[in-house]
Every structure is written in C-alpha cells, then in structure tokens.
C-alpha cells in the first residue's frame, strides 16, 4: 500500500503542473488538473492532502475551486498559487477558501518545498483528529456553541473600536480587551486565549511578526485580523508569517464579523482536539504552576521582546 501524502496541483498551464510534478513526485503522490473541473472529479476518486492551485485559471478561479475545497473536503490543506496581487481576491481566499499560504509565481524552490512539507503535515494531523473527536466545529450556525470560558483577546489602539468589539461579543465569550501589544502579550501569557481579534497594526507596531511568534508557541489560537486600510501585500504577509484565520475590513459588518469570530472560535476548539497542542498547553499549566524554567518561561521569554517596541 502506498502510504505517500498525496498532492493535487492544478494550473491551466501545463508547462507548470509537469514542472510541479518533477519536482515532488519522490516523495509524494503527485496528481495534476488543468482546469478546476479535472481537480474536482480526481478529489471525488480520492483522498487528497494538499491541494494548490493557480489563481488565474479560465471558467473557475483558484480561489472558486478552493472554496468548493473547504466545503467538501475541509481536511485537505489548500496554498493558493499567484503571480498577481488582487485585493478582492485575497481576502476571498482567506475568508472563503481558508488558505493556508500563498506562494508567489515563479516560486523559490526551497520555500515551496518547506510549504509542501508544513502543509502536508497539518492535513494528516486534522484527519487524525477529525477521526477520533465528535465535530463540534462542523456547525454551521452563526450562533457560538462554547461556554463562557472560552476566551477572547480584543488588541485594538482605538477606544472605541475595541469597545464595539467587547459588546459583540461579551455575551457569548470571556472576554479580555488592550491597547498595545505589550498589554496583550501580559494577557496572553496569563490566561487560555482562544481567539485573537486584533488590528494590522496595534500603536503603531505592525502586529505580524507578533502574531507569527503566538502562532509557533500556541498553535491552538486563532487570529481574526481587521483594517480599514487593506493592501494586498500586507494580508499575504499576515496569512503566511501571521497564520491568520480570517480578515475583516473597518467598518465593521456586525453580522458578517460574528461569523468570522465564531468560525474562528470553532477552529479554536478544533485544534485543541490535536493531542500535540492539549499536551503544549498542559505542559505550560504545569510549569507556570510549579515555577519551572520550562515550557511556561520559554513562552514567556519568546513574547517579552515584543513588549520592547512600544
């Protein structure tokens, strides 16, 4: 039996999916489409991992297919592939599709591989999972299924704003609200954050790298990011480096931001269900508890530097 994780890569060019297929097919079962409908009829016939797709394709975008991905195949990891920054489509990809990362055409080699690699690991562990817990995330209710322990972090320099957020949500959430990244960070080291509502840029810090550092040393949080002034290369560099989970523009849509929350929140509860993040969080209880220079003061050490750029 052949027990390969298995791609799709599907692109109108076929230049590009042989070249793709060269380059991984010792390591992984390679499938190709040329066009969203082929990589829809091979996803019917078999169990895919990760899926990347080309944006710009004739009759259905990257994004339309990888949208149709995540609704009836949600194990399989999606990377969209893209030689254009398109504002619209951007954000459709990480609210429609869930894209896991971009990847800019002509690709660096290296980086694609250790996307490839990241990905494929992130599919088999969500289909572990998805085997051996009930899927309470599978709801598609706008109303939050979570008791009032799960915690919210609202980062937002604004008063006002930050206030709207609390009232949406103080009701469903436990939730804690700052101002700067350094009272933040304070929060997030304290408590059992399960989802970050915060903006792009929080007193003038720009909050991806931050974001990428909770992402490696607590990867059962979420992070739903807002602007009222969004750029393209800002929300790709907030998907790959940030690990983002959704994107909302200010204004705020209250209807359509409570969606993305509790999507969010629902995420939340589904990475906890990964024995490997329970056994993070336990271990880090644990030391914060007993004082130990463990797992705890590592979190601790990793989050302090950013408390330095305000």
């Known amino acids: 039996m052949n027990d390969k994780p298995v791609l799709l890569f599907v692109d109108d060019e076929e230049r590009v999916v042989r070249l793709l297929k060269m380059i991984f097919r010792n390591e992984y079962d390679v499938h190709t489409a040329l066009s969203a409908r082929e990589a829809l009829a091979i996803l019917e016939t078999i169990s895919v991992d990760v899926i990347a797709s080309d944006q710009r394709m004739p009759e259905c975008t990257g994004i339309q297919l990888l949208a149709q991905v995540r609704e009836r195949w949600p194990e399989t990891v999606r990377i969209l592939l893209t030689g254009y920054s398109d504002l619209v489509a951007i954000i459709g990809a990480v609210n429609e599709g869930e894209v896991y990362r971009f990847i800019n055409k002509p690709w660096d080699q290296s980086e694609l591989r250790n996307v490839i690699a990241s990905a494929v690991e992130t599919a088999r562990s969500s289909r572990t999972v998805r085997k051996n817990v009930a899927p309470i995330w599978q709801s ?42 350094k009272d933040a960070i304070k929060i997030i080291i304290q408590e059992q954050i399960g989802v970050i509502v915060t903006n792009a840029e929080v007193d003038g810090v720009d909050m991806t790298e931050m974001l990428s ?9 979420t992070v739903v990011v807002m602007t009222s002034t969004p750029q393209s290369d800002t929300i790709i560099k907030l998907i790959n480096s940030g690990r983002i989970y959704r994107f909302a523009i200010q204004p705020l849509s209250p209807n359509l931001f409570r969606l993305a ?5 629902r995420e939340h509860h589904r990475r906890l269900a990964d024995p490997r993040v329970v056994r993070l969080r336990m271990q880090r209880e644990l030391d914060k508890e007993a ?17 330095e750029v305000t």
């Open 213 to 221: 550092e909770v992402a490696r040393i607590d990867p059962a949080i």
């Open 261 to 265: 929350v509790n999507a969010a929140m």
């Open 140 to 181: 598609n209710s706008s109303e939050p299924q979570f008791s009032i322990a799960s915690q919210l972090l609202t980062i937002e320099g604004c008063d006002s704003d930050r206030q709207e957020v609390v009232e949406m949500f103080t009701y469903d959430y436990r939730v804690h609200s700052a101002s700067t990244a």
């Open 291 to 307: 004082g130990n220079d463990g797992i705890y003061d590592s979190f601790v050490k990793s989050l302090s530097r950013f408390t």
